[in-house]
């Protein structure tokens, strides 16, 4: 189970940082993901992180201004956001793929088993 938390209103230039606390598996074993969803758009990729922590992905309208880290002891995946622009308003979401130790990609959506319910983020010019 997947469950997200900390959205919100900021103006521009703010900063929020989401959370995700996962439970039902062996946290230290996964990657995981946030994704990012406008109504009437794909779900867009944001950031990653492997299972082990030694890589990091970010999309490249968020690099320098995301950072995704997780919290083992707490079952916990943050991002924190800053320097936050309009075009990041949309619903966040955690996810993990099915698989330990998981060496895809980690960009497509599709590589995703399980997902969170989703957070608000809306960004005021």
């Known amino acids: 189970q997947l469950v997200e938390s900390g959205g919100g209103l900021v103006q521009t230039g703010g900063s929020l940082r989401l959370s995700c606390v996962i439970s039902g598996g062996r946290f230290m074993s996964y990657g995981m993901a946030w994704f990012r969803q406008v109504p009437g758009k794909e779900r867009e990729f944001v950031a990653a992180?492997?299972?082990?922590?030694?890589?990091?992905y970010y999309a490249d309208s968020v690099k320098g201004r995301f950072t995704i880290s997780r919290d083992n002891a707490k079952n916990t995946l943050y991002l924190q956001m800053t320097s936050l622009k309009p075009e990041d308003t949309a619903i966040y979401y955690c996810?993990?793929?099915?698989?330990?130790?998981?060496?895809?990609?980690?960009?497509?959506?599709?590589?995703?088993?399980?997902w969170g319910q989703g957070t608000q983020v809306t960004v005021s010019s």
């Open positions: 996810a993990v793929p099915a698989v330990e130790y998981y060496s895809g990609s980690y960009y497509s959506k599709d590589e995703y088993d399980y």
């Open positions: 992180r492997n299972w082990s922590g030694s890589e990091t």
